[in-house]
């Protein structure tokens, strides 16, 4: 398994697969992530807020966001990050079997996160398995009812007795989340109708759409990005409006400090999926001055096949 650290320049290529990793303080999350990246046990220090490591594991790559355990965490941060994530990772102490009870509420209140809109996977993991007191995973599904889960269509799951320290089932773990969520970000491909850049005074730099649409949602999209435009000059703020359906469409907006990212995608599209390669594409053109450079990110990105789009420039 390889590494990036989040302080590295990007390589280009995709982003990985976006996963998150979630539960209680002391629980084993950071010591998760240090394992996967080194292959060793570490001792490691409790998660403030949220950290962020891209490793490799065998030809899949990921994106991970340990969030910090404390209960202000849960009430904020959790919640942005497990909704654009293609999998949840929960790890409980299974040593303390006084903490299971508030892990339960933590746990299905991330599954309610997550809700019914798109597939993703729920990877369980009874951590410190190693400890003479630790409970067994039969004793740790039926106290947090974690059978409920055969009633979420839209979840693939899987539980593991692991100890950090000894490694027991850390291989077996990520080889099983390696295969589903690769199944998954195969049905969460996203084909965009219209991908608008435009500077960020609104004025469209580059415009691809799909040949055949019967509407102009073109239109609309600029509408927003000027939207979007004012509210910053306004408010100070930037992405403040950020995902919209309207009709038969749904509009992803995004701004960074020189540009406006606006993508329109079909109603039944995955929107998390959309984002997600805007925040990819925002990553690397943020910092290029070379248009054509521009346009042959966002075409790579996107996967788009120039005989299917409309091109249309706004620079020489």
């Known amino acids: 398994m390889s590494r990036k650290s989040s302080s590295q320049i990007l390589s280009f290529d995709k982003k990985g697969i976006p996963l998150v990793i979630v539960g209680l303080p002391q629980a084993g999350k950071t010591t998760f992530v240090r394992r996967v990246l080194t292959g060793e046990f570490e001792q490691t220090s ?6 962020f490591e891209t490793t490799e594991v065998g030809d899949a790559r990921f994106d991970i966001f340990d969030l910090g355990g404390h209960e202000s965490y849960r009430k904020t941060i959790w919640q942005t990050y497990i909704k654009l994530a293609y999998g949840v990772i929960f790890i409980i102490d299974s040593a303390n079997p006084e903490s299971f009870d508030e892990a339960k509420k933590e746990f ?17 993991l009874c951590n410190k398995t190693d400890l003479e007191e630790s409970s067994s995973l039969e004793k740790i599904i039926n106290h947090l009812e974690l059978f409920k889960l055969a009633e979420k269509e839209n979840a693939s799951f899987q539980f593991f007795k692991t100890s950090m320290k000894t490694g027991e089932n850390i291989d077996n773990a990520l080889n099983w989340m ?7 970000a195969a049905k969460r491909s996203v084909k965009p109708l219209m991908f608008m850049l435009a500077d960020i005074e609104g004025f469209p730099l580059l415009e691809l759409d799909k040949i055949g649409l019967k509407e102009d949602p073109s239109l609309l999209s600029g509408f927003l990005s000027a939207i979007e435009s004012f509210s910053q000059q306004l408010f100070g703020k930037k992405g403040l409006l950020q995902y919209v359906i309207s009709g038969d469409y749904k509009y992803i907006i995004k701004t960074d ?28 053109i943020s910092n290029l001055n070379e248009f054509g450079m521009i346009e042959s990110v966002v ?12 091109f249309k420039r706004g620079f020489l």
């Open 108 to 124: 299905w209140r991330a599954m309610e996160i997550k809700g019914k809109q798109d597939e993703f996977i729920i990877l369980f």
């Open 257 to 284: 400090s020189k540009f406006i990212y606006s993508m329109i995608i079909d109603i039944d599209a995955c929107q998390e999926e959309a984002r997600r390669l805007i925040d990819v594409i925002c990553d690397y």
């Open 178 to 184: 390696k295969n589903n969520t690769g199944k998954l």
């Open 46 to 51: 409790t998660t403030l807020g949220m950290q």
């Open 299 to 310: 075409t790579q990105f996107l996967n788009i096949d120039p005989s299917e789009y409309s």
